[in-house]
């Protein structure tokens, strides 16, 4: 049974509603109030469940002002549990403010671990999992979104993003131009849930899909990608550096690395990944 004056962080399915468990099912139903990313849609699940556990809303717009007060709530003794839409909260959910609030006053917070996309998405990718980055979503705004796919571009662990659908085909262009058309890449979507899907292709070829196939625009998405082969990572040569380094001293980084890439016949991408480091941009 909960402890009085502990926050429970619960993870809950992402999907499929049987993947609750039975601790999860335990805690929500005991604890004093359940702290949800939002009422109405945990509400569906809390009735699924039978439980009528108070629910108050704790999102990205109002999780400053409801910290302090669920964390003076656990100063007098009741028990919280936080919960997200889905999966693992604060995993690209709110829950961040408040677990630090309760932490920083002393407070104890308990994991009951349960479903994540991003770890059901990697064991089933086919991709190493040993080592990986999880970028969770990518920036809206296509020059931004670019700009951080271009730091990545050398990254040798396994790369793992969330993304909308609404701009799948438009990020799987901007990786397919940052990484490389034929790096390998993995699309799993709608994890646990009906239509769920797992698809392993270039991202070339995950590009022509996501334009292509109704399917692309619906349910949640998590995007992986093979990390950079090792030739792909090493470090620039002498003579590239120094061509680079000289053109850093006229040019923006951009232009320094475009202009490199034609004279030394290199790949623009660690180029480009060198010269935001020498410019003290990345």
Do not use: C
Request: proline content about 5%.
């Amino acid at each position: 049974m909960p402890q009085p004056g502990v926050l429970y962080v619960v993870a809950t399915p992402i999907g499929n509603l049987a993947d609750i468990s039975a601790r999860a099912r335990e805690v929500l139903a005991a604890v004093d109030v359940v702290a949800a990313e939002d009422t109405r849609h945990s509400g569906t699940l809390l009735s699924h469940l039978g439980i009528k556990t108070q629910l108050i809303s704790l999102h990205d717009h109002n999780e400053a002002e409801r910290a302090p007060l669920l964390v003076a709530r656990l100063q007098a003794g009741e028990s919280v549990a936080l919960i997200s839409d889905a999966g693992t909260p604060l995993i690209s959910d709110p829950g961040f403010d408040l677990v630090r609030a309760a932490r920083a006053a002393g407070i104890t917070v308990t994991p009951i671990p349960g479903a994540s996309a991003l770890v059901a998405a990697l064991s089933v990718s086919g991709l190493p999992t040993d080592r990986f980055i999880f970028e969770g979503f990518l920036p809206a705004k296509q020059g931004a979104r670019r700009e951080r796919l271009a730091a990545l571009s050398q990254e040798p662990r396994t790369l793992v993003f969330y993304e909308s659908v609404h701009r799948l085909k438009e990020s799987l262009e901007d990786m397919a131009a940052a990484l490389g058309p034929e790096r390998r890449a993995v699309l799993a979507r709608e994890l646990t849930k009906l239509h769920e899907g797992v698809r392993d292709a270039s991202l070339k070829e995950l590009v022509g899909w996501a334009g292509s196939d109704p399917a692309a625009a619906k349910g949640e998405v998590v995007v992986m990608v093979a990390g950079a082969a090792a030739a792909e990572s090493a470090a620039l040569d002498a003579e590239a550096e120094r061509v680079l380094k000289l053109l850093l001293a006229e040019l923006p980084v951009k232009q320094a690395a475009a202009l490199a890439a034609g004279i030394t016949g290199l790949n623009k991408n660690p180029l480009y990944q060198r010269a935001l480091e020498l410019s003290g941009k990345k």
